[in-house]
């Protein structure tokens, strides 16, 4: 038995706000207290005294593997010889510094006390790929979000009004790519993109097809509630990075009925303004919105100020990045039949107007959300600021006059086209929990993540916590612990664990109508498209649908 | 028994419709599959290594026939004394043996390169400065109404290429008849033939006619005297663009006549930057024809890896990269490694004769299921199953579609991981 002693437990899901709580592990689980003193030899003991004992943290949205991951990697050796990491004894060695490598990945990941994250875009034809990066990423569990707002199947199912063959092709695409959410990238205007256009707005349509990103969000919300996934569809809205985009957030919003929506990077769709000169805050109308509307949950992508790689399914705003950006590199990459991608190297400016805004806005949002369960911590890694800078966004929440330290620091603009230097809220640890923990596992769907209660995941992630140096905290866990086992000590990596692949298992299989599109369509056999029981060696699969068991 | 849906383990077209006919372990059969690709199956074990071997002196003229605990052994204690050792080969194997090559390289200070050194390394070096403009070969098939083939020339090169990707294939919005097909080579090769129309360029002169159009459609004049500069007359080359920009989709594929010949990185530079400033007109993509049908793996699996595609090297237990410095052909050639592992290649009949003399003059170990003129000069053979023939794994298509492929027969021997997986043991408990 693994026994954490002495800790002040931050376990939001349970209510617990610090008190100071003993934990019991055997197995990999969370257990009850022994009803009698223990005295085995065998127990490792930590005493968390002046600790913070936290769950592992969850990451709702981040690129940490797949094929644009590896291109983004490929792509810049510029970006790696500033950061390279040494080979241990126990860990391998790699490259940072905007895409980490994958063995990287999951060691800095469990260092800053995560034990879970979401690839939050793989195209479903190179799915594949994205599990074979997951099975080198060490210790942290991982699920990969399936692309499908401008799949062929999913716009013509649309188009011909057939809403059970888009359910039955939805629940064939997750079982067959072994992935756990539908995710919405520019509904429609990844499709558009591949003729050079995009969509404008929720009414626009879809060339060759006549239907609407509208149409696409209702229809998917719909199969998402019909399958019983266990996340709702997980959506980067149309017109994202544009001023004024605040409208189609607010009208996707609408679009869905009701229907659960989480809504991704939102600071990238928070914008006022109707050009560059005007561009403002949409934060406190955002904000207004998600505090009136309990279908909807987002996350952030906070803007770091620094460098990034920008890579999204978005190919038409990558394309409009590159000329915004002066970048040299831009890559699009069309995927036939799905999706498309495009990355494009970036540099977020303190002293660049837009790009101050933009932090200001991300906070902004953190701070007017009132309820924490509703609201995700993210950078949208690597694309908004690197997922290792986690500990400064946590900073500038809990601390008012470490953010305005920063407000006062960056372009004058930041202060004038946002409220951020108005707000007094302060974040308490308990709500840092929510933020990286607690919420992000509940939107997910993950039972037994995100908290410390008996039968959970025994995932902890353990701080000296410095209220002066709330980087510092949290930059380096004391202790982590994955699957009962310590993983990391002291900020070092420990031990060579392998965390697991989850993903759902729902109904729909693929008919006759599908292998045929298939077979004349797509430039592999229908029979080497699924992902193989070999790619995912560890794995938890959450069943969705009660009745496919029965029938099996 | 019939094996449905085989991926063809040769070129980077990896056919996955491949249907293979076996019997008491025998491939009696193959359909669907090119001339290269029934040969590769029908004749895999032709010239076949028959058992590991070794030579006691690096001067014996014989082999002697070894267990494979032996060889393992042997290799161990190579890789282990050598101060400097080379891994080399790996675009036709497996990516879980691309993976464990890595590892093996990270284990022993290494420099790890694979065949991109010298063939399509200019496209990745021109995906580092300038990016890449792609699309997966489906969606060639289903929207392309321009098809350029620069410097390549897939009917005898990629022989199915054109008429499952490329070429004759119908698809959800073109086919033949709606795509408009021109070949740019120095000679009218078959693919010229079979192209609506072929521009013949002097040797060497690609980044010259990149150039030209770059500037063309950027509106400055064509040079009178352009036919002289490069071989090709004005008319041409003004039709080109008007096709060019009012193409819907367009996709040049490109060879190693782009890649290989004067200018080599430059040339797919200029190449990926046209068709980047195309897509100021109209949709453009261009894609490299990859030759190995898994060199695209080893550029993902080490890229995921280490950060880097090819001539990586960790003598400072992280990974560096800089080709020229760490690429294999250089390294053998300034004599710098002192042993080398060579795995599915053969460097002494494919490298620089300066290369492969060094190859003569140091321990090398080969991991081979054949013989090649590499294994002869070897201190040790290792023979091994035949990825995707007899031994499964992951391949990674021209575009960057990955394909499981299967295993037909049964080997005796172990598949390139496991050797590896066996030589990272023997190097950690020593």
Not at chain 1, 285 to 298: Q, R
Request: charge should be neutral; glycine fraction near 8%.
């Amino acid at each position: 038995m693994l026994i954490i002693k002495n800790g002040m437990m931050y376990d939001p899901a349970n209510k617990i706000d610090g008190e100071t709580i003993d934990i019991y592990i055997e197995n990999g689980k969370i257990v009850e207290q022994p009803a009698n003193e223990r005295n085995n030899n065998e127990d490792i003991i930590i005493d968390a005294k002046g600790m913070i004992v936290m769950p592992g943290g969850v990451d709702i949205h981040s690129h940490i593997a797949g094929a644009k991951v590896t291109k983004a990697r490929v792509m810049c050796p510029d970006d790696h010889r500033k950061d390279v990491i040494r080979k241990t004894k126990i860990s391998r060695s790699g490259t940072g510094y905007t895409v980490p490598t994958t063995f990287i990945t999951g060691y800095r990941y469990a260092k800053l006390g995560y034990t879970f994250v979401a690839e939050a875009a793989s195209p479903p034809i190179a799915t594949r790929h994205t599990h074979e990066e997951f099975n080198d990423i060490p210790i942290i569990d991982k699920t990969a979000y399936i692309l499908m707002g401008s799949n062929h199947f999913v716009l013509d199912n649309i188009k011909n009004n057939n809403f059970d063959g888009l359910k039955n092709y939805v629940g064939f695409l997750l079982n067959a790519t072994k992935g756990y959410a539908i995710k919405i990238v520019n509904p429609g205007g990844v499709e558009n993109w591949k003729w050079g256009k995009n969509v404008k707005g929720l009414d626009d349509v879809v060339i060759n097809y006549g239907v609407s990103p509208r149409e696409i969000l209702q229809n998917l919300a719909k199969v998402r509630k019909e399958l019983n996934l266990p996340h709702a569809i997980h959506v980067h809205c149309n017109n994202l990075g544009s001023p004024g985009n605040l409208r189609t957030t607010l009208e996707t919003i609408d679009a869905v009925k009701g229907e659960p929506i989480h809504i991704t990077h939102i600071q990238f769709n928070s914008y006022a303004g109707e050009n560059w000169g005007s561009f403002a805050s949409g934060a406190s109308e955002i904000s207004d919105k998600i505090n009136s509307s309990n279908n909807v949950t987002v996350d952030v992508g906070q803007v770091i100020f620094g460098n990034a790689t920008t890579m999204t399914a978005d190919g038409p705003w990558q394309h409009t990045v590159y000329k915004l950006s002066h970048q040299n590199k831009w890559v699009n990459i069309d995927v036939e039949m799905e999706t498309g991608s495009g990355i494009v190297p970036y540099i977020f400016k303190e002293n660049t107007a837009v790009n101050a805004i933009q932090w200001a806005i991300g906070l902004e949002l953190f701070l007017l959300v009132k309820d924490p369960f509703r609201i995700c911590l993210t950078t949208d890694h690597p694309n908004a600021g690197l997922f290792y800078y986690y500990p400064m966004v946590v900073e500038w929440l809990m601390s008012k006059k470490k953010r305005d330290e920063m407000l006062n620091k960056i372009n004058p603009k930041a202060k004038e086209k946002t409220t951020l230097a108005n707000i007094e809220r302060e974040y308490t640890l308990q709500e840092i929990a929510t933020i990286t923990r607690a919420a992000t596992a509940r939107i997910m769907g993950l039972k037994n993540k995100g908290h410390i209660g008996t039968g959970a995941d025994a995932d902890i992630s353990i701080y000296k916590f410095d209220e002066n140096n709330i980087v510092k905290s949290f930059s380096s866990a004391k202790y982590v612990i994955k699957d009962g086992r310590v993983v990391v000590k002291d900020g070092e990596i420990t031990g060579t664990h392998f965390g697991r692949t989850y993903y759902v298992k729902t109904k729909g299989e693929a008919n006759d109508e599908i292998k045929e599109t298939f077979e004349k369509f797509y430039s592999i056999s229908f029979e080497n498209y699924a992902v193989e029981d070999v790619y995912v060696p560890r794995k938890e699969v959450t069943e969705c649908c009660k009745e496919s068991i029965t029938n099996q | 028994m019939e094996i449905k849906n085989v991926v063809c383990p040769f070129c980077g077209c990896l056919c996955d419709d491949i249907t293979v006919k076996v019997e008491d372990n025998e491939i009696k059969a193959v359909k669907n599959g090119c001339g290269i690709c029934i040969t590769k199956f029908i004749k895999h074990h032709v010239n076949a290594v028959q058992s590991p071997m070794l030579k006691k002196e690096k001067t014996d003229e014989n082999f002697v026939n070894v267990s494979m605990d032996e060889a393992i052994e042997k290799t161990g204690e190579i890789l282990k004394n050598a101060k400097y050792p080379l891994i080399f080969g790996l675009s036709t194997t497996e990516c879980e043996a691309q993976g464990k090559a890595l590892e093996l390289a990270e284990l022993t200070g290494a420099t790890i390169d694979q065949l991109p050194s010298v063939c399509h390394g200019p496209s990745i070096m021109a995906l580092q400065s300038v990016g890449q403009i792609t699309a997966t070969l489906g969606e060639v098939k289903n929207r392309a109404d321009m098809v350029i083939f620069w410097g390549c020339n897939p009917i005898e090169a990629h022989p199915r290429h054109f008429n499952r990707y490329s070429g004759t294939t119908a698809g959800m919005w073109s086919d033949r008849n709606k795509r408009y097909i021109v070949t740019i080579d120095v000679r009218e090769t078959h693919t010229a033939k079979k192209s609506d129309k072929f521009i013949k360029i002097s040797p060497g002169k690609d980044y010259e006619l990149i150039s030209i159009i770059r500037a063309a459609i950027k509106g400055q004049k064509i040079p009178d005297n352009v036919e002289e500069m490069m071989g090709v007359n004005k008319d041409d080359i003004e039709n080109l663009i008007n096709k060019m920009k009012g193409a819907k989709y367009g996709v040049v594929f490109y060879g190693m006549g782009m890649t290989q010949s004067f200018g080599k990185e430059l040339n797919t530079d200029g190449a990926i930057s046209l068709v980047k400033e195309l897509n100021e007109w109209t949709k453009f993509s261009i894609n490299p024809m990859l030759g190995h049908y898994n060199v695209a793996g080893a550029v993902h699996v080490w890229g995921w890896q280490s950060g880097y595609p090819f001539s990586i090297n960790f003598s400072l237990q992280y990974p560096r990269y800089n080709p020229g410095e760490f690429s294999a052909t250089q390294i053998l050639a300034r004599k710098e490694c002192d042993a080398a592992l060579i795995i599915a290649t053969d460097p002494v009949a494919h490298l620089p004769n300066e290369a492969a003399r060094h190859l003569a003059e140091i321990p090398v170990i080969t991991i081979d299921p054949k013989f090649s003129l590499t294994a002869l000069i070897s201190d040790v053979v290792i023979p091994c199953a035949t990825a995707g023939i007899e031994a499964e794994g992951t391949a990674y298509r021209m575009d960057g579609i990955p394909l499981r492929l299967k295993r037909v027969v049964r080997s005796e021997f172990l598949s390139d991981r496991e050797i590896l997986e066996r030589l990272i043991e023997k190097i950690k408990e020593k």
